[in-house]
């Protein structure tokens, strides 16, 4: 019988912790504080164990960048144009809007690159390309919610923090690696550890702040019930096609991997706050709960797909 993954158990119980626990402003400040000192550190710490080839590598594999770029801003925004007037007399508007913000929004970037790098795919390629997709996203996000849901507004703060929290830090480790790079290399399951506990902690901030928000108030079970299953639907199809175009373009294991974990994320530290500067405060709430279902499924699943891919990697050598 195969021994239950710490790290997927980690990650449920920071959900549940974050969905029952009404955590005061200053803890749920502490811990998001936290956690962006947390990645910050992480992203220091990928361009330390990068090498400065295999960046530009990643950087330059078209096929990589190329196949994420039509998955997050082609392919997820189709799916959501056709499901939203199919959506729309089942969820109500505020659902169904929030499915179709959903499909708008850029990758993640820690936990997309997080689970590439646990996954042993191609962490380089996915630096470049989840750092991309949220810079691009600043832009394309509130310009999609303009043409395709008719609603003005949009937010160029979150484009400071992926500069100054995540890219700055790569660059500065990047820089530090000529020196210190072989030294930390030594050291890959400590930094492991360190990845997933970044990721478990970015989960329990995320939810303190929604339930803090009661964005749960008013939502019905049988609500609930079809955003999780439809959730997983999508979650299903965009991971399949993110998998599969891999293997359709004939990009290598590691690649693949890149493209599945970046390809298949919408980020939740960006969605939200732009959500509060492209909608009106009253319509904030339904449109958060698919994002906030969506992204702790994706969270889990990608999870358990990224600790059997990195398995199944280990024991080929």
Not at 261 to 283: H, R, W
């Amino acid at each position: 019988m195969r021994r239950v993954d710490p790290f997927i158990v980690a990650i449920l119980l920071a959900f549940a912790v974050g969905l029952f626990w009404p955590a005061p402003d200053g803890v749920r400040d502490g811990i998001a504080v936290t956690g962006d000192i947390l990645v910050a550190i992480l992203f220091f710490l990928y361009g330390l164990r990068l090498r400065t080839s295999e960046v530009l590598d990643g950087l330059t594999n078209l096929k990589v960048q190329g196949l994420i770029f039509v998955s997050t801003y082609v392919v997820f925004p189709i799916v959501g144009l056709a499901l939203h007037p199919v959506l729309t007399p089942v969820l109500g508007d505020g659902f169904a809007n929030g499915f179709l913000y959903l499909a708008f929004l850029p990758s993640t970037i820690q936990s997309s690159v997080t689970f590439t790098s646990i996954a042993r795919g191609d962490t380089a390629a996915a630096v470049c390309a989840a750092t991309f997709s949220n810079i691009l996203g600043m832009f394309l996000t509130p310009l999609y919610v303009l043409v395709f849901m008719n609603i003005d507004g949009a937010s160029a703060g979150s484009l400071t923090t992926v500069l100054t929290q995540l890219l700055l830090p790569f660059i500065i480790g990047q820089i530090l690696q000529v020196w210190f790079g072989d030294w930390i290399r030594r050291y890959p399951k400590p930094l492991k550890i360190y990845d997933q506990g970044t990721v478990v902690v970015i989960v329990l901030a995320a939810v303190l702040d929604s339930t803090a928000a009661n964005t749960w108030d008013g939502v019905t079970i049988l609500q609930i019930t079809i955003i999780i299953l439809l959730s997983c639907v999508l979650l299903a199809g965009i991971l399949s096609f993110t998998w599969y175009s891999g293997a359709w373009f004939k990009v290598k294991r590691a690649g693949r991997i890149a493209i599945l974990m970046c390809g298949s994320k919408k980020s939740l530290a960006t969605g939200l706050p732009m959500a509060q500067a492209i909608f009106p405060a009253s319509l904030i709430g339904p449109i958060a709960v698919p994002v906030i279902i969506f992204h702790q499924i994706q969270l889990l699943v990608c999870a358990i797909i990224a600790s059997r891919l990195g398995r199944e990697d280990t024991l080929a050598e």
